[in-house]
């Protein structure tokens, strides 16, 4: 192969990579998103100021164990490479799937279901009665008759 058809291949597969840079929407993301700029912004100066804390020529142990500045700017990095690796693990153009909660579900079934049953009990008596029937047994119907004859007075003497 002669040299300027080497240089032709060359310009040929470099152009695609180009095309598929532009193309490829995660790196759009990356450079165009400003919140993505921010975070990695606000990782970096957090975890500058976290390693310039530990080497600050106290105890590794004691900063590691007891710093509490050191903790935050660590808290704070964390937080935001979270956001950045969030935004960055669904395809951009996609609607996230954590985003959209389905409206259903078993249960919140069984919460309307709960609610509605106790508000039945509540407000009807006659629910109540058959509630009541099932849990401790049919109320027994008890009319008293005395089977003794009352009591004669004594005679007096």
Known sequence: MSKKKKAAAAGATAVEAVDAVKSN???KTITSDGDV????RVAYESA???YERLASGKSLSKSVLEDKKLHANLATAAAALK????TLADPPGKKRKAAKKKKGGLG???LVLVVGAGVAVAVSSD???KLLDLLFGAEEEFDYTSTTAP???APST
Do not use: I
Request: glycine share 4%; proline share 9%; net charge positive.
């Open 25 to 27: 929407p995660y790196l």
């Open 37 to 40: 700029h921010d975070n990695v």
């Open 48 to 50: 500058r100021d976290a």
């Open 83 to 86: 956001d950045v690796g969030t």
């Open 108 to 110: 919140r079934k069984l």
């Open 127 to 129: 629910v109540r009665n």
């Open 151 to 153: 009591a004669t007075p």
